[in-house]
């Protein structure tokens, strides 16, 4: 790990103005990630370097998704009946500027890592039969003591009705040496595996974050990618269509193109609800289905996730759905007697 002043003083850059900033969100960043650097400024280099913003704009919440309030256990966030999310490590290997769990972010003192207290939150699991997906994130559960790891995975397998485990980790993509062969053969022992990878930009697909994937791969887990639409980072068809195909080419599967959440300090990085929209509808039928993932919004308070689609309709009466398609062509799909009332009910457009 880089300390702030040997980054400020390598990349030449007035460290003053930022002291503040690392002290209230400390900076984190690995050789590897600091290696993507080319340019000041550039995308990398966006997500993990502080920004006077973080603090000087007093927009947003501290914790927007309601995580601490809908927490059921410690650590462990109850909003959707059949699945549960549990923070099951602070650390990462980098801190994203833009983190929506930045007000858990711990100081980097080097301490070694208190183990957690499992048992509430395994027990708050296994007494409830409707809880069937786990999804373990952080942090990076990924960048846990192996054994801690295996040991958590172990106790969650032994309750009968949890059918998926996932884990949600930016290890694969930000810390790519950290996965080893190792890691994966414990990982191939609890399947139904899936892993979801936080990739923002086609500069972070490299040879070695290509052969964690793979590795990770190899041991039969299917890894879908998490991208947060990033203003000045990512906010582009051209950016976005590169990395969504790369991804698949490595095996990773699109899965959520998220809006910025309402994080306190982070409105820098937000774009308007319409540009994600307007990048969704450029790529549809220019990439791969299998490329595109969901765009989706995580409500404030912890109303779920809301997935948005760009509306191709441009009418609805009762012989006829009038549409545009990819190319802007305005096509007709033929519609049954009665059909149109309940199409416009679905579309609210009553
Ligand atoms: C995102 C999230 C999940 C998982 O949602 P999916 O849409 O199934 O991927 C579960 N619980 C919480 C609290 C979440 O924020």
């Known amino acids: ?156 397998r032994e309750i009968r009705h949890v059918q998926v485990i996932r884990i949600g980790s930016r290890v694969p993509c930000a810390m790519p040496g950290a996965v080893s062969q190792r890691l994966a053969r414990m990982l191939s022992k609890f399947h139904p595996l899936y892993i979801n990878i936080h990739f923002n930009h086609p500069a972070e697909i490299t040879e070695a974050s290509a052969r964690a994937c793979s590795t990770l791969a190899k041991a039969g887990i299917p890894l879908g990618s998490q991208t947060v639409l990033l203003r000045g980072v990512n906010d582009s068809q051209e950016i976005l269509a590169e990395l969504f195909h790369r991804l698949l080419a490595i095996r990773v599967r699109p899965y959520y193109l998220m809006q910025m959440d309402l994080t306190a300090g982070t409105a820098h990085f937000r774009t308007p609800l319409g540009t994600g929209l307007k990048i969704l509808r450029m790529l549809r039928n220019r990439i791969s289905g299998l490329a595109m993932p969901q765009f989706v919004v995580d409500l404030p308070g912890g109303r779920g996730k809301l997935p948005l689609l760009p509306n191709m309709i441009r009418e609805i009466n009762d012989r006829q759905m009038i549409v545009r398609n990819y190319t802007g062509h305005s096509c007709a799909y033929p519609l049954l007697r009665g059909e149109a009332e309940e199409l416009k009910v679905e579309m609210a457009r009553l």
Request: proline share 10%; hydrophobic share 35%.
């Open 1 to 156: 790990m880089l300390s702030f002043d040997d980054f400020a003083q390598k990349w030449s850059i007035d460290s003053a103005p930022l002291e503040p900033v690392a002290a209230r969100y400390p900076f984190r960043l690995n050789g590897y990630f600091e290696g993507l650097i080319t340019t000041r400024e550039d995308p990398i280099w966006k997500q993990v370097v502080p920004d006077t913003r973080e603090i000087s704009d007093l927009s947003g919440f501290e914790d927007p998704l309601a995580e601490e309030e809908l927490s059921v256990a410690p650590n462990l966030v109850h909003r959707y009946p059949n699945r549960v999310l549990w923070l099951v490590n602070d650390r990462c290997a980098l801190h994203c500027r833009f983190c929506t769990r930045k007000r858990r972010w711990p100081d980097d003192d080097g301490s070694p890592q208190t183990p957690p207290d499992l048992k509430p939150a395994l027990d708050y699991i296994a007494r409830r039969e409707q809880i069937v997906d786990v999804l373990l994130s952080g942090g990076d559960p990924l960048l846990l003591p192996e054994e801690l790891l295996d040991e958590i995975l172990r106790k969650l």
